[in-house]
């Protein structure tokens, strides 16, 4: 009877097909062998650069893709463009941490539509070899499950003008902006579009695989006109800075107002998390704070969001047309704890507005 019902398990576990897209033989075994070790994964095809990675997709239609950037004939980037043209498939990036030349390029196939950025595995014999297992077959495990659709924003940087705000223009001390999967593309969308003479500085929880936070900064910056950078413990946030917080690391403002970084435990999985800097932004700054939910899976930010709305502050949220993953927008906005549903340029406009 067991070995029945096991086997009506077994029948019935939805398995996720994969697709391998790297010029390195090497690494197609070792990520063949990590995510087969899982149940319900199975790599229908392993690809050697990036044309061959569009015509298996075109034929194979897997789940989710792992695309390495570096590769000849075609590179990660421009498969990834190509494939999106042609099929809603997630689309996972391998990529070096920071300083490899590839980073930046990953941030890039983010922009044009891929979903996450994850660290090339070492060999098993490597001690970081289990928590990098880990992540990657959590991100495509993940990934395999989002509904991909064409992106209805631009991503040209057309200067946005400001609309009528719904609030009195007004001091406004600092805008929190928290956001997981799909963020960095929403992210370039938004601080691209702000002046270097924008009056309020920005805190952002970005959820992102450990080890690639300094890497989204520095593509971040280079697109910027503000100040991109990382926060330091005991900072004061100055206008016209945008200060992410570091990885593994919880950001919080304190009663001086300024910037606490901590590694107390995880809040609901996260840490960083987006939830307790908006609840700090909440006590210091009350009805001078804005937060913004922005695209990711889960529920980071809604609780927080809702302080700041309790303490007079004004709290908006990324809508589903925009959303990579309409997932924490939804949760806050289902809290009760968003008063504006806005897409990414409408979110710029506002938050130009609320500050000139």
């Known amino acids: 009877m067991s070995e029945w019902l096991g086997e009506r398990v077994a029948m019935t576990q939805h398995v996720y097909r994969v697709l391998i897209a790297d010029d390195s033989a090497v690494m197609r075994r070792l990520l063949l062998t990590t995510l087969e070790s899982e149940d319900d994964l199975r790599v ?8 061959e990675a569009v015509r298996l997709c ?4 897997p789940d989710v893709v792992i695309m390495d950037i570096n590769m000849p004939v075609m590179d990660g980037l421009l498969a990834t463009q190509k494939i999106l043209e042609q099929a809603a498939i997630p689309i ?3 990529s070096g941490y920071v300083g490899d030349p590839s980073s930046q390029m990953a941030f890039d196939a983010i922009r044009v539509g891929a979903l996450a950025v994850v660290a090339k595995p070492t060999g098993p014999d490597e001690p970081e070899y289990r928590r990098m297992h880990d992540e990657l077959v959590q991100a495509v495990r993940g990934m395999a499950t989002v509904k991909v659709v064409p992106r209805r924003t631009t991503h040209r940087n057309d200067p946005i003008q400001p609309r009528a705000a719904h609030y009195t223009p007004t001091y406004v001390h600092a805008v929190g902006l928290v956001a997981s999967t799909g963020g960095p593309a929403a992210l370039s969308f938004i601080l691209r579009r702000l002046p270097s003479s924008f009056p309020t500085p920005i ?4 959820h992102i695989t450990l ?17 991109v950078r990382m926060a330091q413990d005991g900072q004061i946030p100055q206008p016209g800075q945008a200060l992410f917080a570091p990885d593994d690391c919880h950001m919080v403002i ?3 107002g300024a910037i606490v970084l901590n590694d107390e435990d995880p809040v609901d999985g996260h840490r960083p998390s987006g939830n307790l800097l908006f609840r700090s932004m909440a006590r210091a700054y009350g009805a001078q704070a804005v937060g913004v939910v922005l695209t990711g899976l889960g529920a980071d930010g809604a609780n927080g969001l809702m302080h700041i709305k309790l303490a007079g502050g004004q709290t908006l949220a990324q809508d589903e047309d925009t959303s990579i993953v ?11 704890a968003v008063q504006e549903v806005l897409p990414l ?5 506002h938050l130009l507005s609320i500050v000139n």
């Open 203 to 206: 805190l952002i929880v970005q």
């Open 92 to 94: 996972v990036i391998l």
């Open 58 to 61: 075109h034929s194979l239609r």
């Open 44 to 51: 229908v095809g392993t690809a050697r650069d990036g044309a």
């Open 345 to 349: 340029d409408r979110i710029v406009a």
């Open 326 to 336: 309409y997932g924490m927008p939804r949760e806050a906005a289902a809290l009760g």
């Open 211 to 227: 080890g690639f936070v300094p890497g989204l900064v520095d593509w971040l910056r280079a697109d910027s006109q503000l100040d």
């Open 254 to 256: 304190g009663p001086d």
